[in-house]
T-cell receptor, first 120, second 120 residues
Framework: DQQVKQNSPSLSVQEGRISILNCDYT??????FLWYKKYPAEGPTFLIS?????DKNEDGRFTVFLNKSAKHLSLHIVPSQPGDSAVYFC???????????????????FGQGTILTVHP | GAVVSQHPSRVICKSGTSVKIECRSL??????MFWYRQFPKQSLMLMAT?????????EQGVEKDKFLINHASLTLSTLTVTSAHPEDSSFYIC????????????????FGPGTRLTVT
């Protein structure tokens, strides 16, 4: 059961344009969402996050939008740069679920990833 | 800050042998560490959650006797793949959560660079 889905396996964008990466989730208990960037043979690096009490969070060229009613979030990168080329994973967590049984551990559920290629 | 290292980065072993992978938080203390596995072109799959001083919590379908996890200190967790077989070949990634972080930052995990295991 894939609770976090990234339906686009890949995205190709011209340098300077906007990259929009999408993510859908099915579990309404998720209340915190994160985006990670990953290069081959490396671990993911944290990019940006958003709480379910917000609908937008911005950090430099990166903006994450959350639409709770649609259970959808997106990551916008403007302007895109060739160095942004990587695999992007969205992840979701739930403080409530993590508290099941009295153990709060903030488990992350990842999507399948989207390969972003930014062409010069 | 928030650096997580893994050792070794790459290991090749023969079928039937055991392999130990170390995960260290270098500049922070981690009460909780996570172990993931990633197959080619797939998402990160959580294998287990490791809490310092207590037994690991394994995800459904993960054999605890095959994947032994020890979290002996606030900066070190180890994953031992026992009696490895070719199907255990994969990219193993650990992450750690900084015990100092509170609030919504509690969810953020810092990832190691990963270990490529090949079982021949």
């Amino acid at each position: 059961d894939q609770q976090v889905k990234q339906n686009s396996p890949s995205l190709s964008v011209q340098e300077g344009r906007i990259s929009i990466l999408n993510c859908d989730y099915t579990n309404s208990m998720f209340d915190y969402f994160l985006w990670y960037k990953k290069y081959p043979a490396e671990g993911p690096t944290f990019l940006i996050s958003i709480s379910s009490i917000k609908d937008k969070n911005e950090d430099g060229r990166f903006t994450v939008f959350l639409n709770k009613s649609a259970k959808h979030l997106s990551l916008h990168i403007v302007p895109s740069q060739p160095g942004d080329s990587a695999v992007y994973f969205c992840a979701a967590s739930s403080l409530i679920l993590g508290n099941a049984g009295g153990t709060s551990y903030g488990k992350l559920t990842f999507g399948q990833g989207t390969i972003l290629t930014v062409h010069p | 800050g928030a650096v997580v290292s893994q050792h070794p980065s790459r290991v090749i072993c023969k079928s039937g042998t055991s392999v130990k992978i170390e995960c260290r938080s270098l500049d922070f203390q981690a009460t909780t560490m996570f172990w993931y596995r990633q197959f080619p072109k797939q998402s990160l799959m959580l294998m287990a959650t490791s809490n310092e001083g207590s037994k690991a919590t394994y995800e459904q379908g993960v054999e605890k006797d095959k994947f032994l996890i020890n979290h002996a200190s606030l900066t070190l967790s180890t994953l031992t793949v026992t009696s490895a077989h070719p199907e255990d070949s994969s990219f193993y990634i650990c992450s750690a959560r900084d015990r100092q972080l509170g609030g919504l930052n509690y969810y953020e995990q810092y990832f190691g660079p990963g270990t490529r295991l090949t079982v021949t």
